[in-house]
C-alpha cells in the first residue's frame, strides 16, 4: 500500500484483508493513538471501516467518550466512475468534520478531510485513485443515444472558480458528484448550518431544438418550486433554487450512499439479485414516495421517476433508506393525459412508446409510473431487466448492434429491441427465483399489465400480497428509520 509514514501500522478489518494486494483500496485514514503510536486504516469497496468501542468494530478505541458503533465509513461508486468516500455518524455525541459538529448524519469525506471523535482521535483522510470496476454483465443497460445538447463540465468549473462560486449561503465545491444529459451535480456547503448539501447545475442556453433561455428558465424554475413544496422522506427534498446568468442551480438534500443501481451491480451480491427483504424494503419506501405524490397528483416523465439509477441510498449500507430523485420534469394534473413522451428506453410503459412514434398519441403519467416501479421491482428480485436482457444470441439483430462500431447506431437499434419486447410484453419469468416468490411476481405481473386502464395503481400495490404480509413490520421499520427524518 503506497503510504509515506513508514513506521505506521496498517489496520485491517478483522474479518478480512482490505488490501487485496493493494488493487481495491480506495482510501487511507491516518491517526495516532494516544500513546503515540500512529496507525493506517485502509477503506476498500464492500469493505466499511466500522469504528467504535464495541470488539465487533474493525477499528476499535477503548475509551468510554466513544459509542460501541461510533460511525462508519464506506467506499461509494459514482456515476461518474470514480469512489465517493461516505462517513455516517451512528454515535451519542456525533463527530466533528474539520472542526464542525456532525451527529446522526452522513457526509463526505473529501482529500484532507479531518473527522474527530470528540475528547479521543482525529483520522485524516487520503484518497486514491481507483477506477471503478467496469459493467460487463447482462445487468448492464443499453447504451444511451448520445444527447444533442449537453450540459459542459468545463465552463461551470471555470465558473467555480469566479467569485459566484458563493451563491447565496451556499459555496459549490469543485467536486463532482454525478453528471446527466442535461445537468451536473456538486457537492455544496451550507455556510449557515455547516452541512453538505447537493446542487443540481443547469445551464440555460439557445438551442435550435430548445426554448429560448428566459422561457427555458421560467419552466424549470416553475418545477423547481413546485418540487421545493414536496416534503417526503422518500423524496429528494429541494430547499433552495437560485438562478444566475445563465446558471440554474437547484440546491438538495444530500445522499450519499450512491444510486440503486450501482448498490446492487457493485455491492458485493449474488448474481446481481437483492435478497427478497431487502428488495421488498426498498421497494415499500418507493410506493410510499409515488402514493404521495399521486396524491397530490403529481407525476415524473423525466428520466423515468423509479428506474434504478433515479433511486438514491441516503447513507451506504444494507437495507437503506431510499429517496426518488432526478425530478427534471415533474408535473402536476399527473391524471391529464400529455403528447410528451421522454424517458429511459428500457423503463418506458408501452403507451409512452406509442407517443414516441406517434407525437399525436396521448399518454397519462401515473400509470407510467407504476409500469417504471414493476421495471424496477423486477430488476432488484431478478438481477435483470424485464425487457433490456441477454437475449441476443437469438436476436440476429440484437447480434449486429452490439457489434456495430457506431455507437449510436448501437444504442438506436437495442433501443428498437427493448421497445419491441416492451410492446410484445416479452418478459421472462421462467427462472428459478420467481418459483421462490410467487407474491412478488404476482405483484409485478400485475404492475406490468400492457393496458394503463388495467396496470395496478400504487395504492392497489400497496395492499398486495407481497406487501400486506409483511406490512406490520415494514411500518414499524418505516417509522422507526424512515419516517422521524422529515419534519413536514
Not at 57 to 77: G, N
Not at 85 to 107: E, F
Not at 212 to 230: D, I, Q
Request: with cysteine; charged share 20%; glycine share 6%.
Amino acid at each position: 500500500m503506497p503510504s509515506n509514514i513508514a513506521d505506521d501500522q496498517i489496520v485491517r478489518s478483522k474479518s478480512a484483508s482490505y488490501c487485496h494486494q493493494g488493487r481495491d483500496i480506495c482510501a487511507k485514514f491516518i491517526t495516532q493513538r494516544p500513546g503515540g503510536q500512529r496507525e493506517t486504516l485502509v477503506l476498500s469497496l464492500n469493505m466499511p471501516i466500522i469504528i467504535g468501542r464495541g470488539r465487533q468494530c474493525s477499528y476499535v478505541i477503548k475509551d468510554p467518550t466513544v459509542s460501541t458503533i461510533h460511525c462508519k465509513i464506506y467506499a461509494v461508486p459514482s456515476s461518474t466512475g470514480e469512489m465517493l468516500i461516505s462517513c455516517q455518524d451512528v454515535s451519542t455525541n456525533g463527530i466533528l468534520l474539520n472542526g464542525h459538529k456532525i451527529r446522526k448524519s452522513s457526509v463526505f469525506l473529501l482529500e484532507g478531510d479531518v473527522f474527530e471523535i470528540p475528547a479521543s482521535q482525529s483520522f485524516t483522510c487520503h484518497i486514491l485513485k481507483v477506477p471503478l470496476r467496469p459493467k460487463a454483465h447482462l445487468f448492464d443497460p443499453t447504451p444511451p443515444v448520445k444527447p444533442a445538447h449537453k450540459v459542459a463540465l468545463i465552463p461551470f468549473l471555470d465558473f467555480l472558480t469566479s467569485l459566484a462560486q458563493v451563491v447565496g449561503k451556499y459555496k459549490i465545491q469543485s467536486h463532482c458528484l454525478g453528471t446527466g444529459s442535461f445537468a451536473s451535480v456538486f457537492l455544496a456547503i451550507d455556510s449557515e448550518n455547516y452541512r453538505q448539501v447537493a446542487c443540481k447545475t443547469l445551464n440555460i442556453r439557445p438551442h435550435p431544438k430548445q426554448s429560448a433561455p428566459e422561457a427555458e428558465k421560467k419552466k424549470v424554475l416553475k418545477e423547481a418550486n413546485l418540487l421545493k413544496s414536496l416534503c417526503h422522506p422518500n423524496i429528494n427534498k429541494v430547499l433552495e433554487v437560485a438562478y444566475e446568468d445563465s446558471w440554474i442551480h437547484i440546491f438538495l438534500d444530500l445522499a450519499t450512499g450512491g444510486d440503486l443501481f450501482t448498490y446492487i451491480t457493485t455491492g458485493g451480491h449474488k448474481d446481481f439479485r437483492l435478497l427478497e427483504g431487502e428488495a421488498k424494503w426498498i421497494t415499500y419506501q418507493l410506493m410510499k414516495g409515488l402514493d404521495y405524490l399521486h396524491d397530490l397528483n403529481v407525476s415524473h416523465r423525466g428520466a423515468i421517476l423509479v428506474q434504478p439509477e433515479n433511486v438514491l441510498l441516503c447513507a451506504p449500507g444494507p437495507y437503506p433508506r431510499v429517496i426518488i430523485a432526478d425530478f427534471g420534469l415533474a408535473r402536476q394534473k399527473a391524471w391529464q393525459a400529455t403528447f410528451n413522451a421522454v424517458g429511459t428506453v428500457p423503463y418506458m410503459s408501452p403507451e409512452a412508446i406509442l407517443a414516441l412514434a406517434n407525437p399525436k398519441s396521448k399518454y397519462v403519467g401515473m400509470p407510467a409510473d407504476c409500469w417504471s416501479l414493476g421495471c424496477c421491482v423486477y430488476t432488484m428480485l431478478a438481477g435483470a431487466h424485464p425487457f433490456d436482457h441477454d437475449e441476443t444470441s437469438m436476436d440476429p439483430q440484437a447480434d449486429w448492434a452490439y457489434s456495430h462500431p457506431d455507437l449510436s447506431q448501437v444504442s438506436v437499434t437495442s433501443d428498437n429491441i427493448v421497445k419491441a419486447r416492451i410492446m410484445k410484453g416479452n418478459m421472462d419469468f421462467t427462472t428459478k427465483i420467481w418459483n421462490t416468490l410467487p407474491d412478488a411476481r404476482e405483484l409485478t405481473q400485475a404492475l406490468l399489465i400492457s393496458d394503463c386502464d388495467k396496470r395496478m395503481t400504487i395504492k392497489g400495490s400497496l395492499k398486495s400480497k407481497w406487501i400486506t404480509i409483511d406490512v406490520e413490520e415494514l411500518e414499524k421499520w418505516y417509522k422507526t428509520r424512515v419516517a422521524a427524518d422529515c419534519d413536514g
